[in-house]
């Protein structure tokens, strides 16, 4: 059973079909050949480390959707996704292929797009009031946890350029093996393996519109501020944050 007939279908059904039977929900592909996945499109990389695909572009978007593939030498692959993910006539539609590289730390073993818009980024091209265009925080801006340089590298993407924009480093980092950012601020939360701990940083300016405050870097040298850490009984290996209401 797909998860497509899963959605068109009674869910109390669904949850009757349930269990470990071969035949049951969730089926195997042997039991149910059609839903096995097929092999469109493939790459060599050398030594991949890890992978990211686009989610969102802005309606006047300019660029396409892309995927990512990071490879352990810090060479981060940019390919074009856009004939996977087009619903729209606005949007541009290419080939399945690599369309460029970008180079970020050694070992980068962990993307996570950046969620939140920035302003004055390299690369992305400007409107005909010379304002910069929507940089697309869930398709062209994402940050790498590069083990090989204990560092967080931003990264901002165009087509198929590709190009650093802020590192953090930080001394109470010893060891990114995840990154992730909150959805309600520009917050970055990184996992630190053999510290066994996680870290956050504050991104630029907050605004608290529910009770009207601005929160600046505390340092105008940085556009980033160390938000403190929570240690941890074991060694983490993900990270992820999400609103609940």
Same mark, same amino acid.
């Given at each position: 059973?797909?998860?497509?007939?899963?959605?068109?279908?009674?869910?109390?059904?669904?949850?009757?079909?349930?269990?470990?039977?071969?035949?049951e929900?969730?089926?195997?592909?042997?039991?149910?050949?059609?839903?096995?996945?097929?092999?469109?499109?493939?790459? *060599?990389?050398?030594?991949?480390?890890?992978?990211?695909?686009?989610?969102?572009?802005?309606?006047?978007?300019?660029?396409?959707?892309?995927?990512?593939?990071?490879g352990?030498?810090?060479?981060v692959?940019i390919?074009?996704?856009?004939?996977?993910?087009?619903?729209?006539?606005?949007?541009?539609?290419?080939?399945?292929?690599?369309?460029?590289?970008?180079?970020?730390?050694?070992?980068?073993v962990?993307? *996570?797009?950046?969620?939140?818009?920035?302003?004055?980024?390299?690369?992305l091209?400007?409107?005909?009031?010379?304002?910069?265009?929507?940089?697309?925080?869930?398709?062209?801006?994402?940050?790498?946890?590069?083990?090989?340089?204990?560092?967080?590298?931003?990264?901002?993407?165009?087509?198929?350029?590709?190009?650093?924009?802020?590192?953090?480093?930080?001394?109470?980092?010893?060891?990114?093996?995840?990154?992730?950012?909150?959805?309600?601020?520009?917050?970055?939360?990184?996992?630190?393996?053999?510290?066994?701990?996680?870290?956050?940083?504050?991104?630029?300016?907050?605004?608290?519109?529910?009770?009207?405050?601005?929160?600046?870097?505390?340092?105008?040298?940085?556009?980033?501020?160390?938000?403190?850490?929570?240690?941890?009984?074991?060694?983490?290996?993900?990270?992820?944050?999400a609103?609940?209401?």
């Amino acid at each position: 059973m797909t998860a497509r007939t899963v959605l068109t279908t009674s869910f109390a059904q669904t949850l009757a079909s349930r269990g470990p039977a071969p035949q049951e929900f969730p089926q195997t592909f042997e039991m149910n050949p059609a839903i096995t996945p097929k092999v469109i499109w493939q790459m *060599a990389v050398s030594q991949p480390t890890a992978v990211l695909a686009g989610l969102e572009l802005d309606r006047w978007s300019k660029d396409r959707f892309k995927a990512y593939v990071a490879g352990r030498n810090g060479v981060v692959h940019i390919l074009d996704a856009s004939p996977l993910m087009v619903r729209n006539s606005w949007e541009t539609k290419g080939r399945l292929e690599e369309i460029g590289t970008v180079q970020v730390g050694r070992n980068p073993v962990s993307m *996570a797009f950046a969620r939140h818009g920035e302003g004055s980024l390299p690369l992305l091209p400007t409107t005909a009031s010379g304002d910069q265009r929507n940089p697309d925080p869930r398709n062209n801006l994402f940050y790498v946890a590069c083990r090989g340089e204990r560092s967080i590298d931003a990264v901002v993407t165009w087509q198929g350029q590709g190009q650093v924009y802020r590192r953090i480093k930080d001394s109470r980092m010893g060891d990114p093996v995840a990154v992730s950012v909150a959805v309600r601020g520009n917050i970055v939360s990184v996992a630190d393996f053999t510290g066994k701990k996680l870290l956050n940083f504050r991104i630029g300016t907050i605004y608290d519109s529910r009770n009207d405050k601005t929160y600046p870097v505390g340092d105008p040298n940085y556009d980033f501020e160390f938000g403190g850490e929570m240690p941890l009984l074991g060694q983490p290996f993900l990270v992820n944050t999400a609103n609940l209401n």
